[in-house]
């Protein structure tokens, strides 16, 4: 479905100029960017010269954290003036292995970031407000490695879910962390199975309508342009989301799938156009946007690799009804993919502010955007 409200095309690079104060060595990276805005709604640069831009999270001051996955290192984006724009960079961790995942809890102990990596999750107390924090503390241990390194981490209720992607494209793994979402306790201890059959859900998120866990999932490579459609989960405690057997609709896996071997697997909520890389979602009831916008799930695609056709590299709505059901979907923002098929920027994370702004990050430009109405 296409949205019927007007787009326009918004020079964001321009704007990035002129809302980022060059001194402050932010603006350029945004310069000649140009994507397709729904009408009422306003796209800025809030922060620029953030390489490899990756997770999201909110502090209790209503600061934005980043992480960088690539580049090791989580940093506090502060905006001190409140005009729209992260006044500088404070480097929050430095020298990690993917530190990607981030998440902020008070405890009876003190105020903590947790902050998920590749083969560990720690979490970093603060010590003073508002950015220094202790050495990291080791909660779990012992994550495989490689394949799908990036790792997401959502807490609810004292306990903390970390998703850990597979591996490979399509094998069966040897161990039982991969491809699947972990629960723990809030120090990393108990871990259990939440939820398999997950081959790489890298943006998770706690419905505010029903307080059940959403999930997009990557689906795999190679079987054409078509298939298998990238998926939306509700994930459920207990449940086996077929990977690496079954695929969308329980459609079986042509190496590792059996006809009779997908009834026992959960079917996807929605699904997507394939191989659009799904990386982010955030839910939206009420917030600065245009009200028809209330009820809303955004998902940011990161963009396809291996399809003969690009596709992705964009913003879609998916439209919920007031008790948080799916109705249908739209465009929100395109114009990552150019006409001619060459791409200028890549979204990833979806992170809704306290003041009811929906950020967005992209790791291929290295900037964070600020969405709101205008």
């Given amino acids: 479905m296409q949205s019927s409200h007007f787009q326009k095309v918004v020079n964001i690079g321009l704007m990035g100029m002129l809302l980022i104060t060059p001194s402050c060595g932010w603006a350029g990276d945004a310069s000649n960017l140009k994507l397709n805005v729904p009408d009422g709604v306003r796209l800025t640069v809030f922060a620029d010269n953030v390489p490899k831009a990756r997770h999201m999270a909110f502090d209790d001051a209503g600061v934005l954290f980043l992480s960088r996955a690539r580049d090791g290192k989580v940093v506090a984006l502060p905006d001190a003036d409140k005009d729209g724009k992260a006044d500088r960079s404070v480097s929050i961790l430095e020298g990690r292995r993917a530190p990607h995942g981030l998440a902020f809890v008070q405890l009876d102990s003190g105020y903590y970031l947790y902050v998920a990596e590749e083969e560990q999750v720690v979490r970093l107390k603060r010590t003073a407000k508002p950015f220094t924090y202790g050495k990291p503390e080791v909660l779990v241990s012992g994550i495989p490695t490689g394949g799908h390194f990036t790792r997401t981490i959502k807490i609810k209720k004292n306990k903390m879910y970390v998703s850990i992607g597979s591996s490979c494209n399509v094998c069966i793994e040897d161990s039982p962390l991969r491809a699947a ?20 859900s890298v943006g998770i998120e706690f419905s505010p309508y029903s307080g059940e866990l959403w999930g997009v999932n990557n689906g795999r490579d190679w079987q054409g342009d078509d298939h298998p459609r990238e998926e939306l989960n509700i994930i459920r405690q207990g449940k086996d989301y077929g990977w690496p057997r079954c695929h969308e609709n329980g459609l079986p896996d042509p190496e590792f799938g059996k006809e009779s071997g997908c009834s026992n697997t959960e079917l996807p909520a929605y699904t997507f156009t394939a191989h659009m890389a799904p990386l982010g979602l955030e839910f939206y009831q009420t917030g600065n946007l245009p009200k028809r916008y209330n009820n809303s799930l955004f998902i940011s695609f990161h963009g396809s690799w291996n399809r003969s056709v690009p596709a992705g590299y964009k913003v879609v709505r998916v439209i919920l009804n007031g008790k948080g059901e799916i109705q249908s979907h739209e465009d929100f923002i395109t114009g990552w993919l150019m006409p001619d098929g060459t791409k200028q920027g890549r979204p990833v994370d979806l992170q809704l502010s306290p003041a009811g702004d929906p950020y967005l990050s992209d790791d291929a430009r290295g900037v964070v955007y600020k969405i709101t109405g205008k």
């Fill in 181 to 200: 979402i972990w629960q723990y306790d809030l120090d990393g201890k108990n871990g259990k199975l939440f939820a398999k059959g997950l081959r790489n």
